[in-house]
């Protein structure tokens, strides 16, 4: 019995891992293959003589079309732009950020850091001296003077607002240059300074609190009405140069008489709180091209003007404007301010939480609102 051994292959090539390496055709190694197939045999690449010859073939035809006609070139990919859009773009620097109505309550009434967070009322004291006069006798009862004692409270009301923030939202976010934790501080900040602008303007009620603001205020006097122009409205948008100033004249009138004199309406220190919709009839001008805020400045060189968009339409739709003193000397033991808004926290931290994969802030402020200490010293008007 005779046995026959099995066929056996010449192992071609052995290349270790570390050897490994991609194979890549060159243009001019199609002929060098063409002229010998089995050259790529050792890499297990098989092509036949004919397979080449056709692959010579059309590399040729491909040379000649290249510069005749891009149309006839052969694609497997979706066609797209040769370079993508972001490689095409420039940036400009920074963000364009939101912006929000002016806060102008801390020029009106100035700011007093008056107690704490946790406290529940700002109290000021009211002294007023009282007593008599009789003509004098020798055996006569002699007049006995005395004083009276208030107090006037105002409620503190807080309020809070915070933040969070999450791992993968700052490192997100740092990608655009943006920092997420400061980016929300500041919003958390900018959103607690509107509510205490607000509660300046308008005071917060919540049915049980005493907080109350500069245009409502309960101790506040009743608003004037401004004369009538000779176009037959009170604003100030139709009124004349001349009309302007007699309404501030008469402003300025009434708060020397109505005090008799305590304070005088051209020496003392002013402030003439306008509206938004207003002020800008200030550049009203005479034929000789003086504007009103021209004369106020020459006439009345220690008011300061000051505007706020919380006084247009603040008296039923009527825009208004107030005018008092800054302070009253020799007044009283405290400061002689006629206003005061009293802040015992503009920005305070409670608390930072730092979780397993975020951390949280909680921020607060507290306001007793607006506080009217001279009302004798303001006078207001509506209509203009």
Do not use: C
């Not at 006839?72 to 912006?99: A, N, R």
């Not at 105002?154 to 915070?162: D, L, W, Y």
């Not at 009345?300 to 008092?324: C, H, K, Q, R």
């Amino acid at each position: 019995m005779s046995f026959s051994l099995p066929m056996t292959h010449l192992e071609k090539s052995s290349i270790l891992p570390s050897q490994v390496r991609k194979v890549r055709l060159a243009q001019n190694a199609l002929d060098a293959v063409s002229k010998n197939p089995n050259l790529l045999g050792k890499y297990g690449i098989a092509l036949d003589g004919q397979s080449i010859n056709k692959m010579m073939a059309f590399r040729n035809y491909l040379a000649e079309q290249i510069g005749q006609d891009a149309a006839l070139t052969p694609t497997i990919t979706t066609p797209s732009s040769t370079t993508p859009v972001q490689y095409l773009q420039s940036w400009l620097t920074g963000f364009v950020e939101d912006v929000t109505a002016v806060r102008r309550i801390d020029e009106f009434l100035g700011i007093v850091t008056q107690g704490d967070w946790a406290d529940e009322e700002v109290v000021q004291p009211i002294l007023e001296r009282t007593g008599e006069v009789s003509t004098y006798t020798d055996y006569g009862n002699t007049q006995q003077s005395a004083y009276n004692v208030n107090f006037e409270r105002r409620t503190i009301v807080r309020f809070e607002s915070g933040l969070s923030v999450g791992k993968l939202e700052e490192a997100r976010a740092a990608r655009i240059r943006v920092n997420t934790a400061d980016a929300k501080r500041s919003s958390s900040s900018r959103e607690l300074e509107i509510q205490r602008n607000s509660v300046g303007f308008f005071g917060y009620n919540n049915g049980l609190n005493r907080t109350y603001g500069f245009l409502n205020e309960p101790a506040l006097s009743g608003y004037v009405t401004v004369a009538t122009g000779g176009g037959g409205g009170t604003e100030w948008s139709s009124k004349t140069f001349l009309e302007i100033v007699n309404d501030l004249l008469t402003a300025a009138s009434l708060l020397r008489t109505s005090t008799r004199e305590i304070v005088d309406s051209q020496r003392a220190p002013i402030i003439l709180g306008l509206p938004t919709a207003a002020i800008d009839f200030l550049q009203q001008t005479t034929d000789f091209g003086v504007s009103v805020y021209e004369w106020l400045k020459k006439n009345y060189p220690n008011w300061t003007v000051i505007s706020a968009p919380e006084l247009d339409g603040a008296n039923g739709g009527e825009n208004v404007f107030y005018l008092y003193a800054e302070s009253v000397e020799e007044s009283g033991s405290d400061d002689q301010r006629t206003w005061v808004q009293a802040v015992p926290t503009k920005f305070t931290v409670l608390g930072v939480d730092q979780k397993t994969k975020s951390y949280e802030e909680a921020h607060s402020n507290a306001t007793a609102g607006a506080f009217l200490k001279r009302p004798y010293a303001v006078v207001r008007f509506t209509g203009i």
